[in-house]
């Protein structure tokens, strides 16, 4: 048996962080350079999501992101990090059929990219897929609010939990806490609803569009750092790599053109 003992954050890592009152950050990631460098930061929690479909892959949405396009990318933020916790996104169609489907995914996230954690979304509806992955030793993270698998039934990217829904994932929130999950992603609802949910549960809150009551916070990567073309209401941009990329480029193929690249520092005799 071995006894090397793991560096990475755990869930009572984060539980215990909660008690302590410490805010912490979370940081979607899709790729070993990226997540090396956010791991290397200090992020905690890496999340491989199936926002890739529409950060990556070209999709409009998420819907049609399946499980063998995440697996690869789950692994390969587990090979590039040794610090942060990785949790993988169960895609549409992955989980919801039954607590068996479920436990199939699971598996195969555990197994093929050794992630430490998962995360699916939906409310009392998935308890029992959520009580099947645990009682199978796999922790799970549940995601509430706008839920992006559910764009077309939600009628859209809208805000919610406003006036009486607040009611409804306030009892999902304690639903999933009932089930066992570790934290919940709380996704465009009001700010004073997610603090309060925040404050009602022992498990730590994750916001993305939910103000800065939860208890962490999470961005899409490319978000933060200024890629994405039109940046969401909830994000901030930290950095404007697409302009620094895009004139990179246009500087590299200028140098080509002129006969100014490669040089005899880029040669070899």
């Given at each position: 048996?071995?006894?090397?003992?793991?560096?990475?954050?755990?869930?009572?890592?984060?539980?215990?962080?909660?008690?302590?009152?410490?805010?912490?950050?979370?940081?979607?990631?899709?790729?070993?350079?990226?997540?090396?460098?956010?791991?290397?930061?200090?992020?905690?929690?890496?999340?491989?999501?199936?926002?890739?479909?529409?950060?990556?892959?070209?999709?409009?949405?998420?819907?049609?992101?399946?499980?063998?396009?995440?697996?690869?990318?789950?692994?390969?933020?587990?090979?590039?990090?040794?610090?942060?916790?990785v949790v993988a996104d169960f895609p549409f169609g992955s989980y919801e059929s039954s607590p068996e489907q479920a436990l199939i995914t699971g598996v195969r996230f555990f197994k093929e990219a050794q992630v430490q954690a998962v995360k699916l979304?939906?409310?009392?509806?998935?308890?029992?897929?959520?009580?099947?992955?645990?009682?199978?030793?796999?922790?799970?993270?549940?995601?509430?609010?706008?839920?992006?698998?559910?764009?077309?039934?939600?009628?859209?990217?809208?805000?919610?939990?406003?006036?009486?829904?607040?009611?409804?994932?306030?009892?999902?929130?304690?639903?999933?806490?009932?089930?066992?999950?570790?934290?919940?992603?709380?996704?465009?609802?009001?700010?004073?609803?997610?603090?309060?949910?925040?404050?009602?549960?022992?498990?730590?809150?994750?916001?993305?569009?939910?103000?800065?009551?939860?208890?962490?916070?999470?961005?899409?990567?490319?978000?933060?750092?200024?890629?994405?073309?039109?940046?969401?209401?909830?994000?901030?941009?930290?950095?404007?790599?697409?302009?620094?990329?895009?004139?990179?480029?246009?500087?590299?193929?200028?140098?080509?053109?002129?006969?100014?690249?490669?040089?005899?520092?880029?040669?070899?005799?």
């Open positions: 048996m071995s006894n090397a003992k793991s560096s990475r954050t755990s869930i009572t890592d984060l539980a215990a962080k909660k008690v302590a009152g410490q805010k912490w950050a979370m940081l979607t990631c899709y790729e070993q350079m990226s997540a090396a460098i956010f791991d290397q930061a200090g992020i905690p929690v890496l999340l491989v999501g199936d926002s890739a479909g529409n950060n990556f892959l070209g999709f409009e949405n998420t819907i049609p992101v399946t499980v063998d396009e995440l697996l690869p990318m789950a692994r390969a933020v587990v090979n590039a990090t040794s610090n942060a916790m979304e939906g409310g009392a509806k998935v308890v029992p897929q959520i009580q099947r992955l645990i009682a199978a030793g796999m922790p799970v993270m549940g995601h509430l609010g706008l839920t992006p698998q559910s764009v077309h039934a939600l009628g859209g990217f809208k805000v919610q939990g406003r006036g009486e829904d607040g009611e409804r994932i306030i009892d999902d929130a304690k639903a999933l806490a009932a089930a066992g999950v570790f934290a919940i992603v709380l996704e465009a609802v009001p700010a004073q609803l997610a603090a309060e949910i925040s404050k009602q549960l022992s498990i730590p809150i994750i916001g993305i569009g939910a103000g800065s009551g939860c208890d962490g916070q999470v961005l899409v990567w490319t978000d933060l750092m200024g890629i994405t073309q039109k940046l969401p209401k909830f994000a901030k941009a930290y950095r404007n790599l697409r302009k620094e990329m895009n004139d990179a480029a246009v500087e590299f193929a200028a140098d080509v053109a002129a006969g100014r690249f490669p040089t005899t520092e880029e040669s070899f005799t």
